[in-house]
C-alpha cells in the first residue's frame, strides 16, 4: 500500500502519525516545512468536552454547540464523531508533552464564542505552536524509523485521475524543479483557501489555494465555497489582517462603539447570554450594523483593560506582545481598534464522514476539507477538526486502500499563478464577498472575473480563476442568510436551503446533508 | 521614503550570485516582507542601471513573526522580513541577502534542511509520556517556540552545516523534551547532546542575542545541561 498526505500542518501530521502507529508508511509533502505551516499561527484554543471545569459539560452539549453554531448545514453524524473523539485527542497532546495548565480535575479550559461552556483547552494565545512543536516532534521518531518519509519543499503539480479515481500525483521540487510521480492513495491536507484573498486575510501566504483549483479542473467536487469566516476582531497590519484572538474576549474583553460620544458595549446589550461570545458570523454581522448607523461611530473598539494582571501574565502574555510589537497599543491599558477580516474557509473539497472526496482513493482533511464545521466554525473546532479529521482520513485509507499500478513518470513543468494574476482576483473577490452580499454585486464580481480570463496566462492562472469563479456561484446560488453567508436580498434562513451548495467542473447544484443515524 | 535597496541576487544553486541595487519609493511603517511583495507586483521594475528586476525569490507564510521562514540578512543582521519596518533603515539603505550559513536555493532562499535533519539525528522526540512538572511548563513553552528560523546558526561561531555541532536551534527544541523526561527512563538523547551539543558550544551566547522570538536560548542551554549532563531532572 503507498500512500502519499498533502500538507504537513496539524491534519496532515495527525494522519501521517495515525498511519506510521499502525506500522504503514506513508509520504508526506508540504510546500514549506511543518513548522512554517498556518497551525502553528493558531493562538486561543482546542476543544474538547473534558468537563474539568464545574460545568457539568459534555459530548452532546459540543455537539449541539457546534451544529448551532453551524447553522444545521454540518453532517450531524461526522459531528458527532468529531466531539466524541476530542477529549481523547487533547489528552494524547498532554502525553505529548504540550504544556496545558490543570488544576485538580485535569486541563484547565476557557470561554470561547458560540459554546455555553468553558470547553478550549490552551497553552496562553499560543496553542497552534505548542501542539505542532509536540506532533512535529513525534512524527519526526517516525521519519528516523522510515515509516515517514518527507518531501518539505514540494509542491503538488498534478493529481491523477482516471474514471474519477485517483491513482498517485506528482509533485515539483520547488528547490530543483524537478518531479516526482508517486502512484497510491492519496490525502490532502493542504489548508485553506487563503490564496483566494491575499493581503485579506489572517492566514498563510503558503495556502494558494492551488490544489482545491487543481481539484476542480479534475471534477472533484468542492462544497459551500461561499461559507467564507470573517472573524470579529482582526486589524489591518503590514501586508495582512493581524487576528486578536477571540481568547480575549473569553478572557474578558468587551467590544463597544462610542455612541452618541458615549461607549455602547452593543454585543452585551442584544445578547445577554453569550454576550462578546456570540459566534462570530453574529458578532462580524453586528459590527457592519452598528457601524453603518448615523449615530454610532464608524470604529469598534475590543476594550481588554478589564482582563486581570493575572489573567494577562499567565494566559495572554503572547497576545499583548504581538499587539504591542505590531501596534504600538498595551492592550492592557488602552482599547483596540477592531474591524471583521477573513479567517476561516468553512467550505473546500467535499468529504463525507469519512473524509473520502467524491473521487475514489483520494481523501481530506483540515481546513482544504468542507467539514463539520457548516455555515460558520466555532473558535476551537478547527484544530480539532484537523487533527480528528487527519486521523479519521488515515483510518479510512488503511481499510480501503488497495495496491495501484505505478503510474509512468510526468515531465510537466509545475507553474503557479503570477502574483499580479493573483492580486488581480483577490481584489475582485475581496471587493464582492464581503459580510453581506447581494444578487447584483455577486453579478457584478462574476462578470469582473469572467473579463480576466483573457489575461490568464498559464494553466495555473486558468484554474484559480475557475475556483473564484466557482466560489461566486455558489454564493448565488443560496438564496438565504445562514452563518457567514449573509445576503441582503434574502435576509432570512430558508428552511428549503438546509443543503450543501455543491459544485464539480461544470455544474452548481445542491445537495442533501446526510440524515442523523443511531 | 526613498529607499535604495540592494539584494544579493543568484539564479539558482549553482549560478554566481550578483548584486541589483533598486531605488524604490516606500513606506516607513512598512516592513521588509509587504516591501519584497511589492517590488514583485511592481509594474515593469527595473534596477538602477535600468534592467528589468523580475521576481525575487524569498519565502513568506506567516508574516507575523511566528513561523521563521522569511528569516534573511537585512543590512548584515540575520532577522526576519516580516519583523523589520523599513523606518529602521536610517540612511534610506537596506541591504538584503541570503542567510550564508545554508546552500543558496535562489535569491533569498537557502536550504535550512539540516536543521530538521540534526534534530532527527539528535533523536529529538519522546519515547514516553512527558512528565509534566510546574517547573518545566514554563520551560516547555517558551523551548516549544523555537521557529527554526536559522537566525541563531547564522551568528554561531561554532556551527557550520556539515559540521558535527547543532547549535541553538537544536538545543532549544531538544530541552522541551529533556525538560519532561524522567530518571528511571533515559533516552539516548541525552548522550547525542553531550555529543552534539555540549561539546561543541563555546558559550558566546551570540545565539541569545539574536533571537527574533526573543526565546530565554541561555536559560534552555543551562537547563539541557543539567539533565543531559548532570541528570539533574525535573521533578
Ligand atoms: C491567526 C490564526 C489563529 C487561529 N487560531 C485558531 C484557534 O485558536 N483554534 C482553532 O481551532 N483554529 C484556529 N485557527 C485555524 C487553524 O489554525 C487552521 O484551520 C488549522 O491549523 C488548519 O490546519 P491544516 O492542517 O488543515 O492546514 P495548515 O496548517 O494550513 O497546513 C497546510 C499544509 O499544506 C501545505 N500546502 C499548502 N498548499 C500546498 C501545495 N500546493 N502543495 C503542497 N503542500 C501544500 C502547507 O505547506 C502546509 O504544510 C487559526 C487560524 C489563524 C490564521
Ligand atoms: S552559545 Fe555560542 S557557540 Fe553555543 S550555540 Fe550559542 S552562539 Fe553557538
Ligand atoms: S532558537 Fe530562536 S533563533 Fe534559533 S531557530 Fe529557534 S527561534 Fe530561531
Ligand atoms: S513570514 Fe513567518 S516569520 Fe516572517
Known amino acids: ?518 | 521614503m526613498k529607499l535604495l535597496i540592494e539584494i544579493l541576487r543568484q539564479a539558482d544553486a549553482v549560478s554566481a550570485p550578483y548584486r541589483q541595487t533598486i531605488a524604490f519609493e516606500a513606506q516607513p511603517e512598512d516592513t521588509v516582507a509587504t516591501l519584497l511583495t511589492e517590488l514583485n507586483t511592481a509594474d515593469g521594475l527595473c534596477d538602477t542601471n535600468g534592467k528589468p528586476v523580475g521576481t525575487i525569490h524569498w519565502q513568506c507564510s506567516c508574516l507575523q513573526k511566528k513561523c521563521g521562514s522569511c528569516a534573511m540578512r537585512i543590512n548584515g543582521v540575520p532577522r526576519l522580513a516580516c519583523d523589520v519596518k523599513l523606518g529602521e533603515c536610517k540612511n534610506g539603505k537596506l541591504l538584503l541577502e541570503p542567510l550564508r550559513k545554508f546552500p543558496t536555493v535562489r535569491d533569498l532562499i537557502v536550504d535550512r534542511s539540516v536543521m530538521m535533519e540534526n534534530l532527527k539525528a539528535i533523536h529529538n522526540w519522546l519515547e514516553q509520556h512527558a512528565h509534566h512538572s510546574q517547573k518545566a511548563a514554563d520551560l516547555s513553552y517558551d523551548a516549544s517556540r523555537c521557529l527554526q528560523c536559522g537566525c541563531c546558526l547564522e551568528v554561531c561561531p561554532n556551527f557550520c552545516a556539515d559540521g558535527s555541532f547543532y547549535g541553538a536551534a537544536a538545543f532549544v527544541p531538544v530541552s522541551r523534551v529533556l525538560s519532561q523526561l524522567t530518571k528511571d527512563k533515559p533516552q539516548e538523547l541525552s548522550a547525542l547532546y553531550k555529543k552534539n551539543i555540549y561539546g561543541g558550544c563555546s558559550k558566546s551566547l551570540s545565539c541569545h542575542a539574536i533571537c527574533p522570538a526573543e526565546i530565554d536560548v541561555e536559560q534552555k542551554l543551562a537547563n539541557s545541561n543539567a539533565v543531559a549532563v548532570w541528570k539533574r531532572y525535573f521533578k
Open chain 1, 1 to 518: 500500500m503507498s500512500i502519499m498526505i498533502i500538507g504537513a500542518g496539524l491534519a496532515g501530521l495527525s494522519a501521517a502519525l495515525t498511519l506510521a502507529e499502525q506500522g504503514t508508511a506513508c509520504t508526506l509533502v508540504s510546500a514549506q516545512a511543518s513548522e512554517r505551516a498556518q497551525s502553528v499561527m493558531a493562538e486561543g484554543g482546542i476543544n474538547a468536552a473534558l468537563n474539568t471545569m464545574g460545568e457539568d459539560d459534555s459530548v452532546a452539549n459540543h455537539v449541539a454547540d457546534t451544529m448551532r453554531g453551524g447553522v444545521f448545514l454540518a453532517d450531524p453524524n461526522a459531528v458527532r464523531g468529531l466531539c466524541a473523539g476530542a477529549p481523547a485527542i487533547v489528552e494524547k497532546f498532554y502525553a505529548l508533552g504540550v504544556p496545558f495548565s490543570t488544576n485538580q480535575n485535569g486541563i484547565i479550559q476557557r470561554n470561547f464564542g458560540g459554546q455555553k461552556k468553558k470547553r478550549t483547552a490552551f497553552v496562553k494565545s499560543s496553542t497552534g505552536k505548542m501542539l505542532m512543536t509536540a506532533l512535529i516532534d513525534e512524527v519526526r521518531k517516525y521519519e528516523v524509523r522510515g515509516l515517514v518519509k518527507r518531501l518539505p519543499h514540494h509542491r503538488l503539480n498534478t493529481l491523477h485521475i482516471e474514471n474519477n479515481t485517483c491513482r498517485g500525483v506528482t509533485v515539483t521540487d520547488t528547490f530543483s524543479g524537478q518531479n516526482i510521480t508517486l502512484s497510491g492513495s492519496v490525502i490532502l491536507a493542504c489548508g485553506g483557501m487563503s490564496g483566494l484573498f491575499e493581503g485579506l486575510t489572517t492566514g498563510t501566504t503558503q495556502n494558494t489555494a492551488e490544489v482545491a483549483a487543481l481539484c476542480l479542473e479534475q471534477g472533484v467536487e468542492l462544497a459551500n465555497l461561499e461559507m467564507i469566516q470573517y472573524h470579529p476582531t482582526t486589524i489591518g497590519i503590514s501586508g495582512k489582517r493581524l487576528l486578536i484572538t477571540e481568547a480575549a474576549r473569553g478572557e474578558g474583553g468587551r467590544l463597544f462603539v462610542n455612541r452618541s460620544g458615549k461607549p455602547w458595549y452593543f454585543m452585551e446589550e442584544k445578547y445577554p447570554e453569550l454576550k462578546n461570545l456570540m459566534p462570530r458570523d453574529v458578532v462580524s454581522a453586528e459590527m457592519v450594523a452598528v457601524t453603518a448607523r448615523d449615530d454610532c461611530e464608524k470604529q469598534v473598539w475590543l476594550d481588554m483593560t478589564g482582563i486581570k494582571k493575572k489573567v494577562w501574565q499567565s494566559r495572554l502574555s503572547d497576545l499583548r506582545a504581538q499587539v504591542m510589537h505590531y501596534l504600538a497599543i498595551d492592550p492592557q491599558r488602552q482599547p483596540v481598534p477592531v474591524s471583521p477580516g477573513i479567517h476561516y474557509f468553512m467550505g473546500g473539497i467535499r468529504t463525507d464522514a469519512a473524509h473520502r472526496t467524491s473521487c475514489k482513493n483520494l481523501y481530506a482533511a483540515g481546513e482544504c476539507a468542507c467539514q463539520y464545521h457548516g455555515a460558520n466554525r466555532l473558535g476551537g473546532n478547527s484544530l480539532l477538526g484537523a487533527v480528528y479529521g487527519g486521523k479519521t482520513a488515515a483510518q479510512t485509507v488503511l481499510q480501503e486502500a488497495q495496491p495501484i499500478d505505478p503510474i509512468a513518470p510526468c515531465a510537466d513543468i509545475y507553474r503557479e499563478a503570477s502574483p499580479r494574476f493573483r492580486a488581480a482576483v483577490s481584489n475582485i473577490l475581496g471587493r464582492y464577498l464581503k459580510i453581506l452580499r447581494c444578487e447584483s454585486e455577486l453579478l457584478q464580481a462574476q462578470s469582473e472575473l469572467n473579463a480576466l480570463e483573457p489575461s490568464a496566462q498559464n494553466a495555473a492562472e486558468a484554474r484559480l480563476l475557475r475556483l473564484a469563479q466557482a466560489t461566486v456561484q455558489c454564493a448565488l446560488l443560496r438564496r438565504e442568510s445562514r452563518g457567514a453567508h449573509r445576503r441582503t436580498d434574502y435576509p432570512d434562513t430558508d428552511p428549503a436551503c438546509q443543503k450543501q451548495t455543491v459544485v464539480n467542473r461544470t455544474n452548481v447544484f445542491y445537495r442533501d446533508i446526510p440524515k442523523e443515524t443511531e
